[in-house]
């Protein structure tokens, strides 16, 4: 079992930038798979990106790829998420989760963060 903690949200405007921190805990926080997934009002949870637990493989949904940036500390335990060119359109709530490489579907996440508030402004 993990624990996440997420922080870095926040409000900013279209075109700025955002770095999110996930801070893992538990026997596996530094070796297993994590990704972050979104939620925006009114719509289902989304899979946005996603690492291996050496960091080697790196998975980006479409909406991301070019502009959001995944990457981990295993000595600190924590997983990050470079969000550049921010849109409006990537306003939601972000979630660090726990999850199997390549498994894209909420369903599969073994554990989640609290969430994090990212609101971009136009």
């Given at each position: 079992q993990v624990q996440l903690v997420e922080s870095g949200g926040g409000l900013v405007q279209a075109g700025?930038?955002?770095?999110l921190s996930c801070a893992a805990s538990g026997r596996t926080?530094?070796?297993r798979a994590m990704g972050w997934f979104r939620q925006a009002p009114g719509k289902e949870r989304e899979?946005?990106?996603g690492i291996s637990g050496s960091g080697s493989r790196i998975d980006y949904a479409d909406s991301v790829k070019g502009?959001?940036?995944?990457?981990?500390?295993?000595?600190?335990?924590?997983?990050?998420?470079?969000m550049n060119s921010l849109k409006?359109?990537?306003?939601?709530?972000?979630?660090?989760?726990?999850?199997?490489?390549?498994k894209r579907n909420?369903?599969?996440?073994?554990?989640?963060?609290?969430?994090?508030?990212?609101?971009?402004?136009s």
């Open positions: 700025g930038s955002l770095r926080a530094s070796s899979f946005v990106a502009r959001f940036t995944i990457s981990r500390d295993n000595a600190k335990n924590t997983v990050y998420l470079q409006p359109e990537d306003t939601a709530v972000y979630y660090c989760a726990a999850s199997p490489f390549g909420p369903v599969d996440v073994h554990s989640w963060g609290q969430g994090t508030q990212v609101t971009v402004s």
